[in-house]
C-alpha cells in the first residue's frame, strides 16, 4: 500500500500533455494544473466559470447530453417548472433581470444555462455527447485518466466530478412494464415526438414532478389516471404569475438594485433549515399551511382522505403546485391510490383487481439520487472503487472530498442536495474552495491532495447528529434517505456552509509535496 504522506517521484508527476490543448499557465500561479469537469449542469457550469475566472486555462468539461443544463437539458415533460423563484435559482455571477415568471419554466431555465455557458466562453471548454467512463487515479505518477465512450484518454491533475444528483431515472420494477403495448415514458427521458391528447395517460407518481406532468397532461387527454400509492403534501403557489414588466426593467437599469434582491432572497432562504427543525413556530406555520391547502384544495372529503398522507408535511421533498388540487378534482383526471400490481399489454391492474385501460404510460417514478458520479467507474489509490468506499452510501467529507480518491472533488455531491440553500450557492462556494486548493498546486506548495478518514468520519458524525432533530426523520420514506439509512442532505444552515468551505482546513487533508515540482 502506497503511503500518502511519502513524497512522490518528481519525474512521475507530470502527466503527458495538456488536455485543452492549451498548456498555457494562467494567472493562478506557477504551473497550471490539468483539470477535468464531469458534467455541465448547474455545479459544472458553475465550476468551469469559478476556476477559469481564477486563471486555470488547461481545464475541459465533458458533458454526455446533447446540450448543457444538466437536469434542465435532460428534463422537458410537460409543465416542467421550478418551485424556487427565478430570482433566486440563478447563478450569483449571472443574474438575469429578465425572467418572465416568478417560478421559470423548464424551458426558460435551460435556455439561461446556454446562454450563460455562451456569455462567459465556457462552450469551447465544453464537450458535449462525451461520456466519461472511467477515472483511474495512477499512484506512480499522481495523475488521473479519464477514459471517454470512444476510448480516448485524457490525463488530469485533477478529476471534478459535478455529475449532479437527481440525473439517473429510477425505472419502477413492475411485473409487466415491457409488455404494455403504448409508449412508456419516464419523465427524466421525454419523449417530444410523444402526444398525448385524446389518448388515455397513466401517471405514476405524486412527487413534484408527477403532480406538475397530471396537471399539465390533464387537460387535453382523454382521461388521465393518477396512481398515487403515496400521496404528498402539497403548498399551493400561483406558479404562473409573471414577473411584472416593471420589475425586469427596474433589476435591468439597477444592477445595484439586482444585487440586493439576489442577496435579499438568499437571506431569506436562510430561515429554511429553522422550518425542517423540530419544534419550530416556522415549521408549525408551513406545515399548517400545507394542511390549509388541502383543506382549501379538495372540498370533498373522500378525496381529501384519500389525498391526506400518512407522514407530516416536509418530511419529504414539499411539493409546490397551483393547479394539482384543481386538475384532480375535476373531471380530466381520476385518482388511484391502491398499489399497482402489473401492467398489461393494455392497461394498469391495481392490487384491488381493477383493469385500467391506458394508452400511454407515463413514468414520474424520480431518480437513483445516491449515484452521484456513477455508472461511471472510478478508481483511486491503491485500486480502492468508489463503489467499494461507498458499500454503506455515499459519503464525502464537506460535500466534496473522498478519503481514497486523492485530488479528485465532488461538486454538489453527497451531503449537498437540500431544501433551503441555493444549490447555485453551495456550486460557487464549493469551487472557489476548490480553487484555494489549485492555487497551491499551481504555487508548487502541494502536489497531491486527499481528505483523511478521520476528518471524513468526524464530518459525518456531525451530519447524522444534526439530522437528528429534523422532520425529515420523521418516518417518511423518500429519496433522501439513502440505501444505508443515512439523510444524505445537508442539515447545517448556509452560514456554516460557507464557513466550511471558507478555506480548506489542510489539517484534515494528507499533502504530497513533490521534492521538485514542475
Ligand atoms: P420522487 O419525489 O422521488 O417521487 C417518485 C414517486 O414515484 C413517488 O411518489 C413514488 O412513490 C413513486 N413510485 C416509485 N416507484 C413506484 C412504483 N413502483 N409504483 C408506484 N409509484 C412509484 O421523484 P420526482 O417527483 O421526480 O422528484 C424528485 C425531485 O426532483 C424532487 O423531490 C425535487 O427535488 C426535484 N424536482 C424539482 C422540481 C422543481 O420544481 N424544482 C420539479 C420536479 C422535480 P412512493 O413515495 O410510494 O415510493
Known amino acids: 500500500m502506497s503511503d500518502p504522506e511519502s513524497m512522490s517521484d518528481p519525474e512521475s508527476i507530470s502527466g503527458t500533455g495538456s488536455i485543452s490543448g492549451t498548456g498555457v499557465t494562467g494567472d493562478a500561479g506557477g504551473r497550471d494544473p490539468r483539470i477535468v ?7 459544472g457550469l458553475t465550476t468551469a466559470h469559478v476556476l477559469t475566472d481564477a486563471g486555470f486555462e488547461d481545464l475541459v468539461v465533458l458533458e454526455r447530453g446533447s446540450d448543457v443544463g444538466g437536469v434542465w437539458h435532460h428534463n422537458r415533460y410537460p409543465g416542467l417548472t421550478c418551485d424556487v423563484p427565478s ?3 440563478q447563478f450569483g455571477f449571472a443574474p438575469n433581470p429578465d425572467w418572465s415568471k416568478i417560478w421559470a419554466s423548464g424551458s426558460e431555465i435551460q435556455r439561461y444555462h446556454r446562454d450563460v455557458a455562451e456569455r462567459f466562453g465556457l462552450m469551447n471548454r465544453i464537450r458535449l455527447n462525451t461520456e466519461a467512463t472511467a477515472a483511474d487515479f495512477d499512484d506512480d505518477a499522481g495523475t488521473w485518466t479519464v477514459t471517454l465512450a470512444d476510448g480516448e484518454e485524457l490525463i488530469a491533475d485533477f478529476v471534478i466530478c459535478a455529475t449532479g444528483v437527481l440525473t439517473n431515472p429510477q425505472i419502477p420494477d413492475i411485473p409487466g412494464l415491457d409488455d404494455f403495448d403504448g409508449p412508456v415514458v419516464h419523465t427524466a427521458r421525454w419523449d417530444e415526438s410523444l402526444d398525448t391528447a385524446g389518448k388515455r395517460v397513466a401517471v405514476i407518481g405524486t412527487g413534484s414532478t408527477g403532480v406538475q406532468v397530471v396537471s399539465a397532461l390533464a387537460p387535453t387527454a382523454a382521461g388521465l389516471v393518477h396512481f398515487a400509492r403515496t400521496p404528498q403534501w402539497i403548498l399551493w403557489a400561483p406558479m404562473r404569475l409573471p414577473q411584472p414588466r416593471i420589475v ?3 433589476l435591468r437599469s439597477m444592477p445595484g438594485l439586482h444585487a440586493l434582491v439576489y442577496r435579499g432572497l438568499l437571506g431569506a432562504s436562510a430561515i429554511l433549515p429553522d422550518i425542517v427543525r423540530n419544534d419550530t413556530w416556522r415549521r408549525r406555520a408551513v406545515q399548517a399551511y400545507a394542511r390549509l391547502s388541502l383543506r382549501v384544495g379538495v372540498r370533498d372529503p373522500e378525496l381529501r382522505a384519500a389525498l391526506t398522507p400518512r407522514d407530516q408535511p416536509l418530511c419529504k421533498r ?15 383526471a381520476d385518482l388511484v391510490t391502491d398499489p399497482i400490481r402489473e401492467i398489461t399489454a393494455d392497461g394498469v391492474v391495481t392490487a384491488d383487481g381493477r383493469v385500467h385501460p391506458v394508452d400511454v404510460i407515463v413514468l414520474a417514478t424520480g431518480f437513483r439520487a445516491h449515484d452521484y458520479m456513477r455508472p461511471m467507474s472510478v478508481t483511486g489509490r491503491d485500486g480502492l472503487t468508489i463503489d467499494e468506499a461507498w458499500r454503506d452510501g455515499p459519503r464525502a467529507y464537506r460535500m466534496t472530498a473522498i478519503p481514497g480518491f486523492p485530488n479528485l472533488f465532488t461538486v454538489l455531491g453527497p451531503n449537498s442536495p437540500t431544501g433551503s440553500i441555493s444549490l447555485q450557492h453551495t456550486s460557487e462556494r464549493t469551487a472557489h474552495y476548490l480553487a484555494s486548493w489549485l492555487r497551491r498546486f499551481a504555487r508548487g506548495e502541494v502536489d497531491r491532495i486527499e481528505v483523511t478518514a478521520e476528518a471524513t468520519d468526524e464530518f459525518n458524525d456531525d451530519v447524522r447528529a444534526a439530522m437528528g432533530p429534523t422532520v425529515w426523520n420523521t418516518g417518511c420514506n423518500s429519496w433522501y434517505f439513502s440505501e444505508s439509512g443515512t ?7 448556509r452560514a ?14 494528507h499533502l504530497t509535496v513533490a521534492a521538485d515540482p514542475r
Do not use: K, N
Not at 469537469?37 to 455545479?43: E, H, L, M, S
Open 37 to 43: 469537469v464531469i458534467g455541465a449542469g448547474i455545479a
Open 87 to 89: 430570482q433566486l435559482y
Open 248 to 250: 425586469a426593467a427596474a
Open 318 to 332: 414539499q411539493v409546490v403546485s397551483g393547479s394539482y388540487y384543481r386538475t384532480i378534482t375535476s373531471s380530466a
Open 487 to 493: 439523510i444524505d442532505l445537508w442539515p447545517f444552515d
Open 496 to 509: 456554516t456552509l460557507d464557513r466550511m468551505l471558507a478555506e480548506p482546513d489542510p489539517q484534515h487533508f
